[in-house]
C-alpha cells in the first residue's frame, strides 16, 4: 500500500462519516413530527457501511494481501439506508389536530439520545480521518526534503 492510498482510504471513511453525519441530522429534525397514521409517520434512518477491499480497487496489488484471501481494507462504502424497524411511538392526544378518529397521534422511533451519540462518534471519526489525511501529507513534506539535505 502506497503512501497515496491513506488519501482515497481516509476519503472515503470522511465521505462515510458526512453520510452518517446528515441521516442522524435528519433524524433528529423529524423526532418531534406528528401523524395520524403508522404509514405516514417518519422512520428513523441508518447507513449501512461496508468494508472495500485492496483487491477491488487494485487488482495488480492482490498479491500483497497480509495473510488474508481478501486482503488489505482499502475504504468503506455505503451500502444503503435503512429505515427503523423499532415500534412507533403512539400518545393519546385527542386535541392534536394530526389525531386519528381514536384520537392517537404517532411519532416517530428516533431516540434523540441515541442520535445525539451517534453524531459525536461521526464528528469523531470524520475528525480522526481528518487527522490521517493530515499527517500523511505531512509525511510526504518529509520525504521531499530527504533529498535536499
Do not use: C, W
Not at 16 to 44: G, H, K, V
Amino acid at each position: 500500500m502506497s503512501l497515496g492510498n491513506i488519501f482515497d482510504i481516509a476519503g472515503s471513511g470522511m465521505t462515510a462519516q458526512s453520510l452518517r453525519l446528515n441521516t442522524t441530522a435528519s433524524n433528529i429534525a423529524n423526532a418531534e413530527t406528528a401523524s395520524s397514521s403508522t404509514d405516514q409517520t417518519y422512520r428513523a434512518r441508518k447507513p449501512v457501511f461496508a468494508a472495500i477491499q485492496q483487491s477491488m480497487l487494485n487488482p495488480s496489488q492482490q498479491s500483497m494481501a497480509f495473510g488474508s484471501d481478501n486482503g488489505p481494507g482499502a475504504g468503506v462504502r455505503v451500502e444503503g439506508i435503512v429505515e427503523s424497524d423499532a415500534e412507533l411511538q403512539m400518545r393519546y392526544e385527542p386535541d392534536h389536530p394530526a389525531a386519528n378518529e381514536d384520537g392517537y397521534v404517532f411519532y416517530p422511533n428516533v431516540n434523540v439520545v441515541e442520535e445525539m451519540a451517534d453524531m459525536m462518534s461521526s464528528s469523531r471519526s470524520f475528525q480522526m480521518n481528518v487527522d490521517i489525511m493530515n499527517s500523511a501529507k505531512s509525511m510526504m513534506q518529509r520525504i521531499l526534503t530527504l533529498g535536499q539535505q
